[in-house]
């Protein structure tokens, strides 16, 4: 684990008084805590905005579907298999008589992972779903990372430029 460094941080005594509410809510031992978290999911989306198509993601695929829908079953299982690759694992739920859950979770180039969440989000018969995606852990912090800044294309990652270690206020 890397190196720990503190830094001041000025608020509004309003904001702040709404910002320790909200955490004290969500179950955040202390503020640090809550900051830390707040800027791992703002790195995750900047580096999300626009990766390169070779960029590896992890995915979590939520669907809830009407198992009697015709053919459904048989189309979101071959979905899978045509693209096994992406595929890491799979909870099935059965919620109720008619309803089932299932969590796919991808790992996989960015453009794939979200090309299959939504083939299979848009399939007739799938009441409800989300596709969540996120980076191996590895890429939140680095500021190069293997992936993300692949040589490849010939060019960095412009998110790279900018300096995720800024200290101060
Ligand atoms: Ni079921």
Redesign the pocket.
């Known amino acids: 684990m890397s190196e720990l460094l503190r830094f001041g941080v000025s608020a509004e005594d309003e904001l702040l008084q709404s910002f320790d509410r909200l955490i004290a809510n969500q179950g955040y031992a202390t503020r640090s805590e809550a900051l830390r978290d707040l800027m791992r999911d703002a790195l995750v989306r900047s580096r999300l905005e626009e990766p390169p198509e070779t960029a590896e993601i992890l995915g979590s695929l939520t669907l809830v579907y009407d ?1 009697h829908a015709h053919d459904l079953t048989e189309r979101m299982a071959e979905l899978q298999h045509d693209h096994h690759g992406l595929v890491i694992s799979v909870l ?3 919620v109720s008589h008619d309803d ?1 859950m299932e969590v796919i979770v991808l790992r996989g180039p960015v453009r794939e992972v979200r090309l299959l969440g939504e083939a299979l989000l848009s399939l007739k018969g799938v009441k409800h779903g989300k596709l969540f995606v996120t980076l191996p852990s590895r890429e939140i912090t680095e500021r190069k990372s293997a992936t993300l800044s692949s040589h490849k294309h010939g060019h960095e990652h412009k998110h790279d430029k900018s300096p995720i270690r800024r200290q101060g206020v």
Request: proline share 0%; hydrophobic share 20%; aromatic share 0%.
């Open positions: 198992h099935h739920v059965h089932c």
